[in-house]
């Protein structure tokens, strides 16, 4: 599965990448994500927990960072798996930063990521890993404004299923009301839409 897209970052691309560099502080800005350790090879071990209800599932894994600030860009690789039905998955994300040309102070941060899921997760990724992948990465960048308003890092907390994908349905019924040119909010020949 391959997934790229785009979003919006407060503060200077510098000081945008200096963030992204800090990928503990970053961790905690991406639902579900913790990282709890440094292998000898410098690579993190850590976890993504998804919350299904009252159940949580665990994916432990690994990953490793590759920076270059000058660049305005990096690369992460992690691999992880669950006990429950053979569950991994590997994903390599390549990002970069830019100046927002529509902001004084703010960037642009593009990313793409190439995910290989195996088990129960392949089927997963044939009927909705794109839309959960944008539903993760709007979630990332509300965390991550977030942390650069307030200077304090996010806390991290597992990933609720329920919540992403009600997102991912409001998302859908918003483009099908834009797409049918409706709009509840105004009056049209005298009714309300």
Do not use: Q
Not at 59 to 73: I, K, W, Y
Not at 171 to 190: A, P, V, Y
């Amino acid at each position: 599965m391959e997934f790229s897209g785009e979003f919006r970052a407060p503060g200077d691309p510098d000081a945008v990448m200096a963030r992204f560099a800090d990928v503990e502080r970053m961790a905690r800005c991406m639902p579900g994500a913790v990282i709890d350790g440094r292998g000898d090879d410098g690579s993190y071990t850590g976890a993504m927990v998804v919350a299904f209800g009252p159940k949580n599932i665990k994916f432990r894994g690994r990953a490793t960072h590759e920076v270059d600030v000058a660049a305005r860009s990096g690369k992460l690789v992690g691999r992880g798996a669950a006990e429950l039905r053979a569950a991994r998955i590997g994903v390599t994300v390549t990002y970069s930063v830019r100046e927002d040309p529509d902001t004084a102070a703010g960037s642009i941060v593009s990313l793409r990521a190439e995910a290989e899921l195996g088990g129960v997760l392949a089927d997963f990724a044939r009927t909705g890993g794109i839309p959960v992948a944008n539903a993760l990465m709007a979630e990332f960048a509300r965390r991550l404004a977030e942390d650069f308003s307030d200077g304090a890092p996010a806390k991290a907390a597992p990933l609720a299923a329920h919540r992403l994908l009600w997102d991912i349905v409001k998302e859908k019924l918003r483009r099908i009301t834009s797409w049918l040119g409706l709009n509840t909010g105004e009056k049209h020949d005298g009714e309300n839409r």
